[in-house]
Protein backbone atom coordinates (compact mmCIF):
# COMPACT_ATOMS: atom_id res chain seq x y z
CA UNK A 1 0.00 0.00 0.00
CA UNK A 2 1.65 3.96 -0.82
CA UNK A 3 0.15 6.47 0.97
CA UNK A 4 0.38 10.32 -0.76
CA UNK A 5 0.47 13.50 0.68
CA UNK A 6 0.45 16.63 -1.58
CA UNK A 7 1.69 19.84 -0.49
CA UNK A 8 2.98 22.95 -2.09
CA UNK A 9 -0.26 24.62 -3.53
CA UNK A 10 -1.26 28.26 -3.14
CA UNK A 11 -2.59 31.54 -5.06
CA UNK A 12 -0.02 33.55 -7.71
CA UNK A 13 0.30 35.38 -10.30
CA UNK A 14 0.36 34.76 -13.74
CA UNK A 15 3.60 34.46 -14.53
CA UNK A 16 4.71 32.96 -11.16
CA UNK A 17 6.28 29.92 -10.12
CA UNK A 18 5.27 27.22 -7.48
CA UNK A 19 6.78 23.74 -6.39
CA UNK A 20 4.11 20.85 -5.52
CA UNK A 21 5.48 17.99 -3.35
CA UNK A 22 4.23 14.34 -2.82
CA UNK A 23 5.99 12.85 -0.22
CA UNK A 24 4.93 8.66 -0.42
CA UNK A 25 5.03 6.32 1.97
CA UNK A 26 6.49 2.62 1.68
CA UNK A 27 9.80 0.84 0.89
CA UNK A 28 9.11 0.58 -3.17
CA UNK A 29 9.03 4.33 -4.02
CA UNK A 30 12.07 4.17 -5.77
CA UNK A 31 10.88 1.44 -8.44
CA UNK A 32 7.08 3.23 -9.32
CA UNK A 33 6.31 5.68 -11.72
CA UNK A 34 4.84 8.63 -10.87
CA UNK A 35 2.37 11.15 -12.03
CA UNK A 36 0.78 14.87 -11.69
CA UNK A 37 -2.49 14.87 -12.70
CA UNK A 38 -4.96 18.39 -12.33
CA UNK A 39 -8.41 18.72 -12.63
CA UNK A 40 -10.25 22.20 -12.98
CA UNK A 41 -14.31 22.55 -12.14
CA UNK A 42 -16.13 21.05 -14.22
CA UNK A 43 -13.81 18.77 -16.52
CA UNK A 44 -11.82 15.84 -16.32
CA UNK A 45 -8.54 15.06 -14.33
CA UNK A 46 -6.06 15.53 -16.98
CA UNK A 47 -2.22 13.78 -17.47
CA UNK A 48 0.39 16.85 -16.73
CA UNK A 49 3.57 14.82 -15.85
CA UNK A 50 5.47 11.83 -15.27
CA UNK A 51 8.83 10.27 -13.93
CA UNK A 52 9.40 6.18 -14.51
CA UNK A 53 11.74 4.80 -12.30
CA UNK A 54 14.98 5.80 -14.28
CA UNK A 55 13.83 9.57 -14.05
CA UNK A 56 12.53 9.20 -17.63
CA UNK A 57 10.06 11.94 -17.87
CA UNK A 58 7.17 13.03 -20.20
CA UNK A 59 4.71 16.26 -20.09
CA UNK A 60 1.57 17.36 -21.82
CA UNK A 61 2.00 19.59 -24.47
CA UNK A 62 0.15 22.63 -22.53
CA UNK A 63 2.87 22.38 -19.69
CA UNK A 64 6.04 21.23 -21.50
CA UNK A 65 9.12 23.76 -20.90
CA UNK A 66 7.12 25.47 -18.12
CA UNK A 67 6.72 22.79 -15.37
CA UNK A 68 9.45 20.20 -14.45
CA UNK A 69 9.16 16.86 -12.40
CA UNK A 70 11.99 15.05 -10.35
CA UNK A 71 12.37 13.28 -7.42
CA UNK A 72 14.16 12.31 -4.25
CA UNK A 73 14.00 8.67 -3.86
CA UNK A 74 16.19 9.19 -0.52
CA UNK A 75 13.12 11.24 0.46
CA UNK A 76 10.45 9.59 -0.93
CA UNK A 77 9.12 12.78 -2.39
CA UNK A 78 8.45 13.62 -6.14
CA UNK A 79 7.99 17.26 -7.13
CA UNK A 80 6.30 19.26 -9.96
CA UNK A 81 8.01 22.73 -10.62
CA UNK A 82 5.62 25.39 -11.96
CA UNK A 83 7.21 28.40 -14.24
CA UNK A 84 5.42 30.55 -16.18
CA UNK A 85 2.11 30.13 -14.41
CA UNK A 86 -1.04 31.08 -16.70
CA UNK A 87 -4.83 31.25 -15.05
CA UNK A 88 -5.60 27.64 -17.42
CA UNK A 89 -3.07 26.37 -14.79
CA UNK A 90 -5.97 27.17 -12.16
CA UNK A 91 -6.58 23.36 -10.73
CA UNK A 92 -6.58 20.96 -8.12
CA UNK A 93 -3.43 19.13 -8.49
CA UNK A 94 -3.37 15.23 -7.50
CA UNK A 95 0.05 12.85 -7.20
CA UNK A 96 -0.30 9.31 -8.42
CA UNK A 97 1.77 6.28 -8.65
CA UNK A 98 1.24 3.69 -10.63
CA UNK A 99 2.05 0.83 -8.06
CA UNK A 100 3.99 -1.17 -11.07
CA UNK A 101 7.90 -2.07 -10.28
CA UNK A 102 10.03 -1.11 -13.06
CA UNK A 103 7.76 0.12 -15.72
CA UNK A 104 8.64 1.95 -18.71
CA UNK A 105 5.84 2.90 -20.44
CA UNK A 106 4.07 6.26 -20.78
CA UNK A 107 1.20 6.47 -18.67
CA UNK A 108 -1.14 9.16 -19.58
CA UNK A 109 -5.21 8.06 -18.41
CA UNK A 110 -5.90 8.32 -14.24
CA UNK A 111 -6.78 4.66 -14.83
CA UNK A 112 -3.09 3.45 -14.95
CA UNK A 113 -2.25 4.77 -11.92
CA UNK A 114 -3.36 2.62 -8.65
CA UNK A 115 -2.41 5.30 -5.64
CA UNK A 116 -3.70 8.62 -5.45
CA UNK A 117 -3.21 11.83 -2.96
CA UNK A 118 -5.74 13.98 -1.62
CA UNK A 119 -4.86 16.58 -4.04
CA UNK A 120 -3.76 20.48 -3.64
CA UNK A 121 -5.06 23.87 -5.27
CA UNK A 122 -3.45 25.64 -7.19
CA UNK A 123 -5.23 29.16 -8.13
CA UNK A 124 -2.96 31.97 -10.52
CA UNK A 125 -4.64 35.01 -10.72
CA UNK A 126 -4.58 37.44 -13.88
Known amino acids: QVQLVESGGGLVQAGGSLRLSCAASGRTFSNYGMGWFRQAPGKERDFVAR???????YYADSVKGRFTIFRDNPKNTVYLQMNSLKPEDTAVYYC????????????????????WGQGTQVTVSS
Open 96 to 115: AADGLSYSASVRVTPSEYNY
Open 51 to 57: INWRRST
